[in-house]
């Protein structure tokens, strides 16, 4: 089976999107899929004036924030120049795309795949880049949206969260959108055997707690800090290292914070991750907002399970005594730390959920299993079209 996969970055490059892009295609190339690119364009000269105009006139003017990505124009020329490159390739059957702004006006013909962690309107108001939009933004972003899932075989989504808003609010056909959770994002995960030895080796006398992640707030850092505190108030030597940025902790808090910062997957930052992972009891990113949660996956790949909250797509990563506990969004910090406590303290509970969450790793947040996945689906779409191409030859016969 041959397919294109459109992007809009080079899908080799195992650090852009945490490595998710590059995932997706090693996944199938691994099951023998043969892959070839279809990647982004420079966009004409006067497009990217307008572009900037728009954004200029939106943030100045109005105080708004303009999407050129949503942009009708910018859909336009990426989708036509997509079906250009793709043309030229031989005997292709089907188009995979994370992409969806990228393949939205792609003529009708070669049947569609996506795949991705959100829809467009899922996303407005959820962090940052998407609050406070233009109406222009909200309006187009929603259009290609739509455009994309129409001219889609197959939807493809890493979460129910992401796959019922699909349902909601693009009025998609049921039968037409499957769920694949993302696997870890790791090029050399551990061992079973070694993360069984790293379990039974965790200290039993004091409870270490790690939180990973660049967005401080979105992410739940300072509820990290204070479960932490609460832990050793109530008597349990407890320790929390930061990964991912460097946060202004107190002096007080210090003694039982450690900041490391930023770490690049790409000068060795992999490994030490891995490293800290495996000497701790739980991961703790209580993000007020996620669409997915790469880190629970990769912390189950570690044995190490997840503190979350039980929002969008978390659910679909975490399961409750599986490889960890969400939290509503309105627990207490005590609740929290008390449960943390209480598993902590049974020692033979503590291990079987850490077991299990290498367990919840190996059966479905891999990415050997996302790409078997996602393969039958590709195939299916490709029969699919192959039947119905071959039953219009006989009425015409």
Known sequence: MKIAYATNFDPSDIHHWSGTGFSIWNSLKKKGVDVDFATSVKLPKSTRLLLDFKNKFYSRVLKRQFLPDRDLSFAKIHSKEIFIQISKIKNIEAILTPWNPGVAFVPKGIPLITYSDATFNALINHNAHFKNLCHESRSNGNIIEEAAFNRASACVFASNWAATSAIRDYNLNPDKV???????????????????????????????????????????????????????????????????????????????????????????????????????????VPSVAECYGLVYAEASACG????????????????????????????????????????????????????????EYDQRLNWNVAGASLEKIIQKVVLDRKEKDHSKTLYSD
């Open 178 to 284: 499957y769920v694949v959770p993302f696997g870890a994002n790791l090029q050399h995960p551990p061992s079973l055997e070694k993360v069984k030895n790293d379990i039974i080796s965790r200290d039993s006398g004091s409870i270490k707690l790690l939180f990973i992640g660049v967005e401080w707030e979105r992410k739940g850092g300072k509820v990290a800090v204070d479960i932490t505190r609460r832990l050793n108030e109530m008597g349990i030597p407890t320790h929390l290292t930061i990964i991912g940025l460097s946060p202004e902790i107190s002096l007080c808090e210090k003694e039982y914070v450690t900041v490391q910062g930023f770490l690049s997957k790409a000068s060795g930052g992999e490994e030490h991750i891995l490293n800290e992972l495996a000497r701790s009891h739980f991961l703790i």
């Open 304 to 359: 190490v399970p997840a503190i979350a909250r039980d929002v969008d797509g978390v659910p679909s990563v975490v399961r409750n005594n599986k490889n960890g506990h969400r939290f509503g969004l309105n627990a207490s910090h005590s609740e929290i730390a008390d449960w943390i406590a209480n598993t902590f303290r049974d020692i033979n509970e503590y291990r079987r959920l850490a077991l299990s969450s290498r367990q």
